[in-house]
């Protein structure tokens, strides 16, 4: 009886769990990226919290769902989730997208260990050398079109990382504070071992889109939009990113 007990009271929590996940306005999706994001940070990183918090502003609730940025962006691009996280601006996304202000900025480079002492001055230099980058990322137009380049795809950072620290890669292209993090937290025998090399790949401000497969995705846009402008107006998003050890 007490095992029928228990397992009865588990099932209920387990249905309860599932109501709550349920009870959101929004369903939003990203892909777990590290301090931006990422179901593993407090309160799912700074630009999460940045973007919960405008629509709490306003009287509604997202919820975010972790996935592969490739699965994220396509699925987002068909509306089957109203909005996709942490986006640079391409302009042939317009189409299928509409964009939030900017929410915070992100910085690629390239990346190897000292010890190969590679150097260069442009991309066309790089052909020896494997490359590792992250399947669906846009790092630059003129780094994604050198189909001279040797690239190894790999589902995230961390895999990517993890392959420079045996030697399985040459280089690296990652952003600047991603690599930082996973290098502090999974890698640190790698903190002085690496070298950011001066050409930088992108230096571009990171949004919220919003699909406009939604019948509503200007409300969404207009809701996010007079949220957010309220937090900056009382200093909210510079106060999150100060308390997850950033600046804006």
Known sequence: M????????????????????????YLFATDS?????????????????????AFRLKGKKVSILYT????????????????????YYLPEREKFFKYSSVISHSRQYLYSKKSRNITFNSLRELSPY?????????????????????????????????????????????????????IDTAFPELRNQYQQHPLQLQNKNLHLVISKKLPNFMQIYEEFEAGFT????????KAIMHEHGFDL
């Not at 309220?230 to 998003?237: F, P, Q, R």
Request: hydrophobic share 40%.
């Open 33 to 53: 990226w590290p301090p931006y994001l990422g179901p593993e940070l407090k309160n799912g990183g700074f630009f999460s919290e940045i973007v919960k918090e």
């Open 130 to 182: 494997r490359i590792g980058v992250v399947r669906g990322y846009h790092y630059s137009k003129e780094f994604n079109d050198a189909n001279y380049l040797d690239r190894h795809e790999e589902v995230n950072t961390k895999k990517i990382v993890k392959l420079l620290l045996i030697d399985r890669l040459d280089l690296i292209a990652a952003e600047q504070r991603v690599l930082k993090y996973h």
């Open 68 to 87: 592969s940025w490739k699965r994220a962006f396509e699925l987002t691009k068909k509306g089957k989730y109203e909005a996709l996280l942490g986006v």
């Open 230 to 237: 309220l937090m900056k107006e009382e200093g909210i998003d």
């Open 2 to 25: 007490k095992n029928l007990f228990l397992t009865f009271f588990l099932c209920l929590l387990s249905t309860a769990s599932s109501a709550i996940d349920k009870d959101f306005d």
